[in-house]
């Protein structure tokens, strides 16, 4: 089963996932370098489903909670995976065309 570490935890999906981790892989590297951020992992649930996973962790290594002034407030944080997510979708397209060619 892959497993996968974000933000000291760590992910274990089933078989029935293909994960990856988005933000490192080279598709996106080569294009990122416009200031474009993506989410930490892309996976495909059976071969149909599409997930744009994005990790936070607002504790501290130590387990004990964040000051409550240091954790963004929600409009922020969906702001925030808001456009990790488009982004991440902007990168997928060129990505998608390039392997199609392929």
């Not at 996976?43 to 990790?55: A, D, M, S, T």
């Not at 409550?68 to 929600?74: G, M, V």
């Amino acid at each position: 089963m892959p497993t996968l570490q974000e933000s000291g935890l760590q992910f274990t999906f089933t078989p029935d996932w293909i994960v990856k981790r988005f933000d490192k892989h080279r598709y996106y590297k080569w294009l990122s370098g416009v200031g474009i951020k993506g989410v930490d992992f892309i996976g495909i649930y059976k071969g149909q489903q599409l997930f744009l996973i994005e990790v936070k962790n607002y504790r501290r290594r130590n387990e004990r909670q964040l000051p409550e002034h240091l954790i963004p407030d929600s409009s922020a944080l969906g702001q925030a995976f808001a456009d990790k997510i488009l982004d991440s979708l902007q990168v997928i397209q060129p990505i998608i065309g390039y392997l199609k060619r392929r």
